[in-house]
């Protein structure tokens, strides 16, 4: 036993190391950010705008329901009043798995289209960043996975997100989806950013609450893990703190009153700002147990993150006091006198709290024990490899943090030793 811990010991302190060398690394890439369009409005403001990069053909990446829905509507009618030819591929669905995205390819070769824009979540974002890389460098969206995979940067790209969650419309990552295998993908390229983006509140206003709730703890779960990794800069701590006051103001409104559109507007800028914050100081342990349970059973992204956020957080509190109570401060929890270790316990307290008056349940009925250990080796792995952790967890730390969210009556019940007669 005490072997695994000096192994643990020297792993965690070698990976910090690559870690903050990467970090270094991570503020010398040049990542662009998107000509924004926002308010009420915006998405037609953007198409309008497209009609004068006089694109041959433009494809539509969203799914049935943003279709259905009309939401693509301000955007397309500002399209054909500027003369632009659009296609739609709505046959999206949640997690934009990969083989959909294949056939959103063979769509945009067969139509003869040169640009696209994304109308939808994140599972739309990402479909299209992935269809644009693949397009552009003639690659299998597999082949794409990884960084930088691709020597041609991606066809022109657009966004119109109708969530407040990912914050895709800013970030360098695109996340799909492998069914076949019960995996997350992820491609990451500086060059996937899109070129134009608008946040158009009226298009979230028709959201239902659990969504509104689950993209909103996602968005802020970016900002929380982007303020409290080892790369974190002064820009993307501003941009995360920020993030998490706006969330805490205006998340809660939007989801009693989705008809709110000043706090749906201020969600999307939430979004955005996370998204900016985290596309540099990248996620931690909450993201990478929430992408084996999406793998594994299909969890929407934000819902996971949502429910494991409080207790990644409490097993990372002892190496992130000053952080927490700092968001303490912008969440506005807690008294002007309180100790950082009270604001601390304070934020980690109003996580629980808002999960609750949000409705996301405490446990994952999905969730079964006998997956917990595969799930977690996985869990580790993305994390070691790829996210500067404050603090580094073991397997067995990672099994008993998802074992925290077993639903009732599935958690082992303790052995009791019989006494020796």
């Not at 497209?50 to 694109?55: E, Q």
């Not at 009618?77 to 999206?92: E, N, Y």
């Not at 974002?125 to 992935?130: E, I, R, S």
Request: proline share 5%.
């Amino acid at each position: 036993m005490f072997a695994n811990q000096l192994t643990s010991m020297a792993r965690s302190m070698g990976l910090s190391a690559v870690m903050r060398t990467a970090g270094v690394l991570t503020r010398l890439l040049p990542i662009s950010q998107p000509t924004l369009m926002v308010g009420p409005g915006a998405s037609a403001r953007l198409g309008q705008a497209i009609n004068d990069f006089c694109h041959h053909k433009v494809l539509i990446v969203t799914d049935a329901a943003i279709t259905q829905l009309g939401l693509t509507a301000p955007l397309t009618q500002a399209l054909s009043a500027g003369g632009t030819r659009f296609v739609v591929f709505d046959a999206i669905t949640a997690d934009a798995p990969v083989e959909q995205i294949e056939q959103g390819v063979a769509f945009f070769n067969a139509e003869g289209c040169d640009a696209i824009v994304a109308v939808g979540g994140g599972s739309a974002m990402d479909a299209a960043k992935t269809m644009a890389l693949a397009v552009a460098n003639h690659k299998h969206p597999r082949e794409l996975v990884g960084y930088f995979k691709g020597w041609r940067a991606p066809m022109p790209l657009y966004a119109v997100p109708t969530t407040a969650g990912t914050g895709s419309e800013v970030t360098v990552v695109a996340v799909v989806s492998d069914p076949a295998h019960h995996r997350k993908l992820v491609i990451a390229d500086t060059r996937l950013v899109p070129r134009m983006a608008a946040l158009d509140p009226n298009l979230m206003l028709g959201l239902p609450a659990d969504i509104t709730a689950a993209t909103g703890m996602d968005a802020l779960t970016h900002a929380i893990e982007a303020y409290i990794g080892h790369w974190g800069t002064d820009f993307t701590d501003r941009m995360a703190l920020s993030a998490v006051g706006m969330i805490y103001e205006a998340l809660p409104v939007a989801y009693v009153n989705g008809q709110d559109v000043a706090a749906r507007e201020k969600m999307a800028l939430a979004a955005n700002y996370a998204g900016q914050a985290f596309t540099r100081a990248n996620v931690g342990y909450v993201h990478a147990i929430a992408h084996q349970l999406g793998g594994l059973y299909h969890t929407p992204h934000g819902l996971a993150n949502a429910i494991m956020l409080p207790h990644v957080l409490r097993f990372l509190s002892p190496a992130i006091t000053a952080k927490l109570a700092a968001l303490a401060r912008h969440a506005k929890v807690g008294k002007k006198n309180d100790s950082e270790a009270v604001l601390a316990q304070k934020f980690l307290d109003s996580v629980v709290a808002m999960n609750a008056r949000l409705g996301i349940p405490a446990t994952l009925e999905a969730l079964r024990e006998k997956d917990i250990s595969a799930l977690a080796h996985a869990a580790c792995h993305e994390a070691d490899v790829n996210y500067p952790v404050p603090r580094y967890m073991s397997q067995a730390d990672c099994e008993a943090v998802i074992r925290l969210v077993l639903p009732k009556g599935s958690k082992p019940k303790p052995r009791v030793r019989k006494k020796a007669a």
